[in-house]
Every structure is written in C-alpha cells, then in structure tokens.
T-cell receptor, first 115, second 110 residues
Framework: DTAVSQTPKYLVTQMGNDKSIKCEQN?????MYWYKQDSKKFLKIMFS???????INETVPNRFSPKSPDKAHLNLHINSLELGDSAVYFCASSQVGGIYTGELFFGEGSRLTVL | ELKVEQNPLFLSMQEGKNYTIYCNYS?????LYWYRQDPGKSLESLFVLLSNGAVKQEGRLMASLDTKARLSTLHITAAVHDLSATYFCAVVWGAQKLVFGQGTRLTINP
C-alpha cells in the first residue's frame, strides 16, 4: 500500500486552464503539506494543514487553493494556470510528538507542464 | 527567515572515494533531516538528527549534527555507483515548516 499517493502523476495543460491534484495518506498522520519543486530542483513549501486546519500559507498566488476535506486528504486546485506554474508538486505528511520525529513522507510527485 | 545552504551543489566522484556534503543553516533549530531523491522520483528519508552531537549511520552514509555551529554533514565512505542521487538537508523552522537546502547532485563514476 502506498503511504502517500498523488494523482495524477503527470498533467499537461494549456495556459489559462484550471486543474486539481489530489493527495491521500494512509499513515494516520495529522499534518499534510504541498511542496513545489522547480526545474532547478529547489523545494519550497506552499501550504500545510494540521487536522484540516491551514497552518502554513506561504507567499503563493491566490490562484492556488488547497482543500482538506479530512486529515487524510489534501487537494490542490490551481486556477488560470501560467507557464511559471510548471513544476513538480509534492504532497507530504508528518506526525510530531511522542515517538514521532516529524519527518516528512512524500508522495511520488505530480509533474505539471503548462503549455 | 531560516536559510539552509548546502555545499557543494554538484559533486562528481570516483567509486571507492570518500567525500562530505555540508549543510549550514542560519537560525536555531532542534531537528534536521537528510533526504535522497533519485531522478524523477520522490524524496526518501535517510536520517533524522534530533540533538547536538547526534550521529547516525546507514551503510556507507553517516550524518552528524552540530547545533552550535548550525552545521550538519553527510559523509560518504567508499562511494559506489548506487549512491548517485540528489541529497537534500532540511531544517525545521517555526510551526512544522521544513526548509530545504538547494540539494547536492552527487554523481559517482566507475
């Protein structure tokens, strides 16, 4: 069973379109994240949710809207896609406290290409 | 704002040699992680370092943490081709925010 799963894995779309990426984790973690990895492999946090509550919202255009229907799911919707949105988007989850060390467990990534 | 810097960013080495990747960070943190990423793949957790002086080893990789110097090292011993990958360090800052270094792309040549 995949611990953190994302769909779709690849997404090719035109500028101006709206798209969504879904993420699910079966680790029982209470915190989920979206990270963006650009073409230079630089990883930057976008959002973080703890038990469905938004706790980190970095300087991200408001065209990006995360939604967490429950603590096992965190989806990312992107409106009016731009060329600069092309990247690999990674979902991750973690648990802190007790025996947990807070390390992130990553999904396989969703490669978004905007034409 | 926490800054995390890795050095070097690119490293090409021969099999059998030893080398060290450095990770410096700018503000106090109590946790540091090392991750590995193969081309086109996800990130795999290698080490979690939780205290000053922590040292963890797995096979040919050894990671250490000096919180006073705000420095972590990832040492590779007798490198083999399978260790070719990009290695990231990441430091916790604030409320569960993990800030990543730029990554070190390691290529090990036969």
């Amino acid at each position: 069973d995949t611990a953190v799963s994302q769909t779709p894995k690849y997404l090719v779309t035109q500028m101006g379109n709206d798209k969504s990426i879904k993420c699910e984790q079966n680790l029982g973690h209470d915190t989920m994240y979206w990270y963006k990895q650009d073409s230079k492999k630089f990883l930057k946090i976008m959002f973080s949710y703890n038990n469905k509550e938004l706790i980190i919202n970095e300087t991200v255009p408001n065209r990006f809207s995360p939604k967490s229907p429950d603590k096992a799911h965190l989806n990312l919707h992107i409106n009016s896609l731009e060329l600069g949105d092309s990247a690999v988007y990674f979902c991750a989850s973690s648990q802190v406290g007790g025996i947990y060390t807070g390390e992130l467990f990553f999904g396989e990534g969703s490669r978004l290409t905007v034409l | 704002e926490l800054k995390v810097e890795q050095n070097p960013l690119f490293l090409s080495m021969q099999e059998g040699k030893n080398y060290t990747i450095y990770c410096n960070y700018s503000t106090t943190s109590d946790r540091l992680y090392w991750y590995r990423q193969d081309p086109g793949k996800s990130l795999e957790s290698l080490f979690v370092l939780l205290s000053n002086g922590a040292v963890k080893q797995e096979g040919r990789l050894m990671a250490s943490l000096d919180t006073k110097a705000r420095l972590s090292t990832l040492h590779i011993t007798a490198a083999v081709h399978d260790l070719s990958a990009t290695y990231f360090c990441a430091v916790v800052w604030g409320a569960q925010k993990l800030v990543f270094g730029q990554g070190t792309r390691l290529t090990i040549n036969p």
